[in-house]
């Protein structure tokens, strides 16, 4: 049954190409309700398996290679194929009122979440990266075409790390191929790699998934390229692409090479705390909402990665539920700044802060202090369960990095409430009569009520109720073989 | 052996040569009528179109001669030979004869999306007479009888480069591939009679065991070496592609086609017999730290050099020609790779490589020609705006393009896979990794210059000065059946991409 999530949002991206115009987005609307709807039936249903890679499907496909169509599902590909599809669902909403070539918008989008779907359920190495690979292009037309500043050098970089990583991926993927001799991840997860091999293919093919999960210094693509997309295209970014690389890092790289992993974990350990402290002091003096946004993106990826890098049950498991929280918040904020910049024409912080925006979109404010607090993770939100659980479990493997962390997040909360001064509640200093002409019309449509709403209510619920999630990511860690006790 | 019987086995060759003989005739009898209609005409000398009827009626003929030869082959005893190897029936021989069939058949259907061209007849009669050529390249075993198919391929690429009178780049092209292939041909033959000379026999399977000197042998290495030279002229090989740009550029579009598909698939496909069975003693090491005296490593460095040249330079290139003949450096750079291996398998990944590649590049000549007829010209400011003017031509160039950038789920992702695996695989202890490497950052590289020429389809506003010559109308019925050929490759494109297994496990079957 789940594996029709990426059969329908298939189905779904080309049908859109056949339809008149005015169709496109009730059709995208459905297929990814649909995907939705499907993910969070599997996730919530009593008898799945949450700690096995259960597959499926198994048929062969290139037999004489050795590579089968083969999907399996446990805990942790069900928690991103949920967070897919909350996000594929409110970038749809947030994308209602695209007005150019609708309908080679929502092909290119679905065709992300499509991808990113099949990568979530992929459990044949070469499968898995056909899946991988083929969300690079459709995220280089949804910028180039429909983004804003600076998009076409903004998608062109986005494109080329994306296809960097992937690259690093490749070969690390036919290092393993060529040792192993197989593709189909659950035989590779018990096969013991030569410990030569594991010391240089694990950093290889770590980087590579990192490029796309955002690890400083290879980072860079990540603000860029969120500044230059549209509204449903930074959502995408934030929600679902930057989660593909570390799922990937996790399934493949740490999952298939436990004594690289314990090589190199420091390493990471390193560059995930440089990272979240980087990002956040960076985007602390940025005036563009949209950079701030990015820059928090960077950071916020950067405890998934020190959570990984712990590798313990409790750092792995908040690394997974900080995937999910991020997908939904990062998606939530993009969406906000989307909704301003529509009817503002300026995402310039300096020049929000004169439009006194919280009276004219009370909405918009209210769930954008809702997200900033998220963001910053206040209790009660599912951003601090994550962010909470990845710190417990660092600080058994590496306690100096926790410190040095506890000052980034106080970063987070300076540049987080910095920018929601600035863009809603920007003192007037002009007095009230000049600019209250010039207060954008437009409360938040339906659509973009509901979208917000959907997310925040992901957030809240997890973030009241992180059982919800650890109870079915934590067994699937459990089973996963590079665990330090 | 009676006459017959030849003349069975190597029935496919005679229907395309009766093929072109009865293009030629219908092409002069009703080219003639009409030139005397045309110089009849008085007043003002007015450009001349030629009417659909005739290209039309010779495309038809072409295009079933090619059908029928290809049915003849199916319809052919699966293994034979003849004359010591100078035409051997195998599997592998039937599949590549077939697809260079193919090839040829679509380029002959897409030669009327391009600007028509005087003595149509004429000039399809000498691209089934290339044809012939390729046949006999790919099915034979003997050093003679591949030279002569090379020449025979060769000396019809020549004139159909040249073919166009009107452009003065057509004949620049033309000269200047006829001065580098005759050249790298009488090297080729000078290496061909020294390996000759060494072994007394010019049969490719009886070389191999007679090759006895070590591999250091110099007269053996100027050997090898010498013939190596014009197969990677004929696979535009770095060092030996200057001709390649001007050709791809100066050309008639269905020639560029022809020559980057056909004539490709056919050298590769010989050139791997040659080394593979011919050579197979002197085959060296191109590991990274055991390298061994042999073929594999001037296979290797001409790799390396193809890759790294071939991407770099198309980087800078405005005319989209230029810039698919770099790309075909490259591309040739990788094929090789699969040659490195030295091992059936890589054999296989290789023949892959370059039949989808020269899938590939039939359809986007074709997309160029329609634009080149349409604008004018094929820079990539031509190409701008494309997608509005037509959204078929400009998906289908799309899937084309990222094909060959090696995208998923589009065959160029497989073949790249499946060639990188097997090299990696065949070295001990990742000996190839460094080509491997060498060959990702390579298509890291491509990716950039192919995204721009969908950038500027998909994204720039036309020229506001595009004259534009045609309407383009899918309805339109000229073009109906050339952009239904355009559809039909996009869509094989698509479907090797998906299920790749169709043709490699032929191509492996095909070895026994």
Redesign the interface.
């Known amino acids: 049954m789940i594996a029709w999530t990426i059969y329908l949002t298939f189905a779904g991206a080309v049908f859109l190409l056949l339809l008149p115009r005015p169709l496109a987005r009730w059709v995208a609307l459905a297929t990814t309700a649909g995907g939705l709807a499907i993910g969070a039936t599997a996730f919530f249903a009593r008898q799945t398996d949450f700690a096995h890679f259960t597959t499926i499907v198994q048929v062969p ?5 050795g590579m089968n169509y083969h999907l399996a599902v446990d805990g942790i590909s069900l928690t991103m194929i949920l967070v897919t599809g909350l996000t594929a669902l409110a970038a749809v909403l947030f994308s209602w009122k695209v007005e150019t070539r609708p309908n080679e918008f929502f092909f290119w989008l679905l065709l992300v979440v499509a991808g990113s779907y099949g990568v979530f359920l992929s459990a044949d190495l ?1 499968l898995f ?3 991988y ?2 969300v ?2 459709p995220k ?2 949804l910028i ?2 429909w983004g804003s500043t600076n998009k ?1 050098y903004g998608a ?1 970089k986005l ?2 790390y994306s ?2 990583g992937g ?1 690093l991926v ?2 690390g993927i ?2 393993i ?2 040792s192993a001799g197989s593709l189909d991840l659950p035989q590779l997860a018990r096969f013991s790699f030569d410990p030569w091999l594991q010391t240089w293919a694990f950093p290889v093919l770590f980087l590579g998934f990192a490029v796309l999960g955002g690890i400083w210094p290879l980072h860079t693509w990540a603000p860029t390229g969120h500044v230059a997309a549209p509204t449903a295209g930074s959502m995408l970014l934030a929600g679902i692409v930057m989660k593909l690389g570390a799922y990937g890092a996790l399934r493949v790289a740490l999952n298939l090479f436990p004594l690289g992993f314990q090589v190199w974990s420091k390493w990471i350990a390193l560059l995930a705390v440089i990272g979240i402290i980087y990002a956040a002091a960076v985007a602390l003096r940025q005036s563009d909402l949209k950079f701030v946004i990015g820059y928090s993106s960077v950071s916020h990826m950067g405890f998934v990665l020190l959570g990984f890098a712990a590798g313990n049950l409790l750092g792995v498991s908040g690394a997974v539920l900080q995937m999910f929280s991020h997908g939904v918040i990062g998606a939530l904020l993009f969406a906000l700044a989307g909704a301003i910049y529509y009817r503002t024409h300026t995402r310039n912080l300096n020049d929000l802060s004169t439009m006194r925006l919280s009276r004219a979109m009370p909405f918009l404010a209210v769930a954008f202090v809702a997200a900033s607090a998220a963001s910053m993770g206040i209790p009660g939100f599912s951003g601090f369960a994550a962010e909470i659980t990845i710190l417990i479990g660092t600080w058994k493997t590496f306690p100096s990095a926790v410190g040095i962390t506890g000052v980034g997040m106080v970063l987070v909360a300076a540049f987080t409430l910095r920018a929601l001064k600035k863009s809603f509640f920007g003192e007037d200093r002009f007095g009230h009569g000049g600019h209250e002409t010039h207060l954008p019309e437009g409360a938040a449509t339906l659509a973009e009520q509901l979208g917000a709403s959907l997310l925040i209510f992901a957030t809240l619920a997890v973030g009241l109720y992180p059982k919800l999630l650890l109870d079915r990511i934590m067994p699937a860690v459990e089973t996963m073989r590079f665990l330090k006790p | 052996m009676s006459y017959l019987e030849l003349l069975k086995l190597a029935a496919p060759e005679a229907i395309v040569v009766l093929t072109a003989l009865m293009v030629l005739t219908i092409g002069l009898v009703t080219g003639r009528r009409q030139a005397g209609a045309t110089v009849s005409v008085a007043g003002p000398p007015r450009v001349a179109r030629p009417p659909d009827s005739t290209p039309g009626i010779c495309a038809l003929v072409a295009a079933l001669g090619l059908a029928v030869a290809a049915g003849a082959i199916v319809r052919l005893p699966g293994h034979a030979m003849l004359f010591h190897g100078m035409l051997v029936i195998s599997p592998l021989n039937s599949l590549f004869q077939i697809i260079c069939l193919v090839l040829a058949f679509f380029t002959v259907l897409l030669v009327r999306s391009s600007r028509p061209l005087p003595n149509h007849g004429e000039y399809l009669a000498i691209l089934l007479l290339g044809t012939v050529g390729l046949l006999l390249l790919v099915g034979s075993e003997e050093l003679l009888m591949i030279f002569i198919g090379l020449e025979l391929t060769g000396l019809s690429l020549y004139i159909m480069t040249a073919f166009d009178k009107t452009e003065r780049a057509s004949a620049e092209a033309g000269m200047k591939y006829f001065l580098f292939g005759s050249m790298a041909s009488a090297v080729t033959l000078f290496g061909l009679s020294l390996v000759y000379g060494l072994t007394g026999t010019t049969s490719l399977a009886e070389i191999a065991p007679r090759l006895t000197t070590g591999p250091g042998a110099p007269l053996l290495a100027a050997g090898i070496i010498m013939s190596l030279i014009g197969f990677a002229f004929k696979v535009a090989a770095a060092p030996f592609h200057l001709w390649a740009p001007d050709v791809y550029q100066g050309a008639p579009v269905s020639t560029a086609a022809f020559i980057a598909s056909g004539s490709k698939v056919a050298s590769f496909v010989v050139l791997g017999k040659i080394v593979l069975v011919g050579f197979a003693p002197a085959n060296g090491s191109a590991a990274w730290h055991a390298m061994v005296g042999g073929w594999t490593p001037i296979l290797a460095l001409l790799a390396a050099l193809s890759i790294l040249l071939g991407n770099f330079v198309a980087l800078v290139q405005k005319n989209v020609r230029r810039l698919l003949a770099y790309s075909a450096v490259a591309h040739g750079g990788y094929t090789l790779l699969g040659l490195v291996t030295a091992g059936r398998e890589g054999f296989s990944a290789s023949l892959f490589y370059t039949t989808i590649y020269a899938v590939t590049l039939v359809g986007a000549f074709g997309v160029v020609g329609f634009v080149r007829r349409e604008t004018g010209g094929d820079d990539l400011l031509h190409f701008a705006g494309l997608r509005d003017r037509s959204p078929l031509l400009a998906g289908c160039m799309a899937i084309f393009m990222l094909s060959l950038a090696g995208l998923p789920p589009l065959a160029g992702f497989f073949g790249k896979f499946y060639l990188f695996s097997v090299a990696l695989r065949a070295g001990e202890n990742h000996g190839l990794l460094w080509l491997v490497v060498l060959a990702l950052f390579g298509s890291l590289i491509s990716l950039y210059y192919y995204l721009i020429v969908l950038k500027v389809i998909f994204l720039d506003e036309p020229m506001a000065t595009a004259p534009v010559l045609e309407d383009y109308e899918l309805g339109a019925r000229s073009h109906f059946l050339p952009k239904m050929t355009l559809l039909v490759l996009a869509a094989a494109v698509l479907l090797l991409g998906i299920l790749p297994g169709i043709l490699v496990a032929r191509i492996l079957a095909s070895f026994g």
């Open positions: 496909w290139v037999p004489t290679l070469f990266f056909v899946f690979e083929l690079i292009v280089y037309f180039a075409i076409e062109m494109t080329l296809f960097l690259a490749f070969i036919l290092a191929y060529t």
